[in-house]
């Protein structure tokens, strides 16, 4: 790709990513693809594409602050540790997987991640039971938690719609409360992920810096087109892109 192009189209995918996760969700669809297309090698666009899209984790983590305050603290500690151990350990994963290895599954990474938002809206709509009882899957609540912490740290796509359904087939019987978790176990273990990604060497930082101003600046303008644009039209462009990335990535081999 001509290098005069290259930040044009880091830049776009950036702010279309920030846009996208501000209101749907699915940034990543974006700024993954671009990077390899940029010619940037697959676990280092990996990494670099989640320290991008992770500006929006705080914004969104401190926007439900009066959520997270309710809850025990001894809770919040225990949950967030977990998050921590996975997304340190998704990101060591991905540093040993061998880059043949990792480029031949991220076309059914991709998949997999364009079906949890195609059936992200029935997975969240769950219904736990609301009889004052101890919901029966609760106890797995940290086992779950650590698998999607790992997934997350290796393979950020999906991550803010399987954290939704876990707590809710778990048994969280708050819709915020379940937004305030997810938003905050995802900025905790996005941010180890990172460090981890850093301490490695594996992030492309001139790329990841101007990706990370742009995908902020979209989430700002995002915010703001939320209460304007339709969201099933929204849902359906990141389908449709998510499809498409998937299809060209299985066509690269």
């Not at 997304?87 to 031949?104: D, E, I, N, Q, S």
Request: hydrophobic content about 60%; proline content about 6%; cysteine-free.
């Amino acid at each position: 790709m001509d290098a005069l192009w290259m930040p044009a189209l880091l830049a776009v995918a950036a702010f279309a990513a920030g846009v996208l996760n501000a209101i749907a969700g699915g940034g990543s669809f974006l700024t993954f693809p671009a990077l390899v297309f940029a010619g940037v090698p697959p676990i280092v666009a990996n990494a670099t594409s989640a320290l991008a899209v992770s500006p929006g984790y705080l914004g969104s983590t401190l926007g439900f602050k009066a959520e997270l305050a309710r809850l025990p603290a001894r809770r919040l500690r225990n949950e967030t540790l977990i998050a921590a151990i996975g997304g340190m350990a998704g990101a060591l994963l991905l540093l040993v997987t061998p880059a043949h290895v990792f480029r031949g599954i991220v076309p059914w990474l991709l998949l997999f991640a364009t079906a949890l938002f195609v059936f992200g809206p029935w997975l969240a709509g769950r219904k736990p039971i609301l009889d004052g009882k101890a919901h029966p899957m609760e106890r797995w609540r940290p086992v779950g938690l650590m698998a999607v912490a790992i997934y997350g740290g290796y393979f950020n796509g999906g991550l803010g719609i399987l954290l939704m359904a876990l707590y809710t087939v778990t048994g969280e019987r708050h819709l915020h409360t379940t937004n305030a978790l997810k938003n905050l176990n995802s900025l905790v273990l996005s941010l180890l992920s990172v460090i981890t990604f850093a301490v490695a060497g594996a992030i492309a930082w001139g790329p990841a810096i101007l990706m990370m101003v742009a995908a902020t600046a979209g989430g700002y303008a995002g915010a703001h087109w939320s209460k304007r644009l339709p969201i099933a039209w929204v849902r359906g462009v990141v389908i449709a892109t998510g499809l498409v990335m998937s299809a060209l990535f299985f066509w690269r081999g």
